[in-house]
């Protein structure tokens, strides 16, 4: 069983029920937490889950997301590169 967990709920919301997760079967349960006792499970549909819908289900997709992400920190690092060499070449003003 994993730990006891009580979502967060907005303001003026309903309160929230503690629950444990079976890690071998996945099923959720209420927890009393004055007790500590597992209690009934909760009943769940198919569709539940804790990642959206709306996240890239085609391989093309996750893909494409990761080269963007990953495309980020290597265009900063080869800019900073090209500005590091950029200052070590030009000549610097002294006085003689």
């Given amino acids: 069983m994993t730990r006891p967990m009580t979502p ?3 303001a003026g919301g309903p309160d ?7 890690l071998e079967c996945g099923k959720q349960f209420l927890y009393d937490m004055k007790e500590m006792r597992v209690g009934k499970a909760v009943p769940s549909s198919p569709n539940d889950g804790v990642l959206p819908e ?3 289900t085609s391989t093309t997709k996750k893909l494409g ?5 990953a495309a980020a920190p290597i ?4 800019g900073a590169r090209k500005w590091l060499r950029k200052e070590r070449e030009t000549p610097k003003d002294h006085k003689s």
């Fill in 65 to 69: 997301y990761t080269a963007l992400a």
């Fill in 8 to 10: 967060a709920r907005k």
């Fill in 16 to 22: 929230a029920e503690t629950y444990v997760v079976c």
């Fill in 54 to 56: 709306s996240l890239p």
């Fill in 75 to 78: 265009a900063l690092v080869l």
